[in-house]
T-cell receptor, first 114, second 113 residues
Framework: NAGVTQTPKFRVLKTGQSMTLLCAQD?????MYWYRQDPGMGLRLIHY???????AKGEVPDGYNVSRLKKQNFLLGLESAAPSQTSVYFC?????????????FGNGTRLTVT | AQSVTQLDSQVPVFEEAPVELRCNYS??????LFWYVQYPNQGLQLLLK??????LVKGINGFEAEFNKSQTSFHLRKPSVHISDTAEYFC???????????FGAGTILRVKS
């Protein structure tokens, strides 16, 4: 059982370039999340989705877009990368509300923007 | 506003010693509390959670945490740590009927032999 799979694992971008991070889950979970992790700041929520075709902004959404066209996939896009977006990005999923359902995390994507 | 504070950024401890990792939160509504662990180059895994009932919660790998509503705290403890417990630990809070988790900044536990 793969769980939550993130691709790619590593990426280096130049300022202004664009890219898409892919998250796929095989647990039929309704909720999916994108977090970024920076030293000393914990995980901060970028965007999330409560079901296929829905998305919502989290704590730090600026500079990112997301799409959830299929229930199992949640894509995170950077249209014009900036050095401030250098971070480790984690995707997570859960079957229901976070008060009852723990998050299942992928192994992360390490992005460097030069 | 709701927030989560982990009071120590790093905690060094010798193997087989006890450890406590501190977490405080602020909220005006009911909360659900979690501890997650992150081993190097991996995603986060759930260690334990408090939803309701007994304020002492036991998790995996011998960890436990106590919910103290009056002090708005949820400290994580282990009576005897192992080298393999070296990891970063995150406290997280979800709010009544919430669909998001708010994470603390993390505490790096370094177990030394």
């Amino acid at each position: 059982n793969a769980g939550v799979t993130q691709t790619p694992k590593f990426r280096v971008l130049k300022t202004g370039q664009s890219m898409t991070l892919l998250c796929a889950q095989d647990m039929n979970h309704e909720y999916m999340y994108w977090y970024r992790q920076d030293p000393g700041m914990g995980l901060r929520l970028i965007h999330y989705s409560v079901g296929e075709g829905t998305t919502a902004k989290g704590e730090v959404p600026d500079g990112y877009n997301v799409s959830r066209l299929k229930k199992q996939n949640f894509l995170l896009g950077l249209e014009s990368a900036a050095p401030s977006q250098t971070s480790v990005y984690f995707c997570a999923s859960s079957p229901g509300l976070t008060n009852n359902s723990p998050l299942h995390f992928g192994n992360g994507t390490r992005l460097t923007v030069t | 506003a709701q927030s989560v504070t982990q009071l120590d950024s790093q905690v060094p401890v010798f193997e087989e010693a006890p450890v406590e990792l501190r977490c405080n939160y602020s909220s005006s509504v009911s909360v659900y509390l979690f501890w997650y662990v992150q081993y190097p180059n991996q995603g986060l895994q759930l260690l334990l959670k408090y939803l309701s009932g007994s304020t002492l919660v036991k998790g995996i790998n011998g960890f436990e945490a106590e919910f103290n509503k009056s002090q708005t705290s949820f400290h994580l403890r282990k009576p005897s740590v192992h080298i393999s417990d070296t990891a970063e630990y995150f406290c997280a809070v979800s709010f009544l009927y919430g669909n998001k988790l708010v994470f603390g900044a993390g505490t790096i536990l370094r177990v030394k032999s």
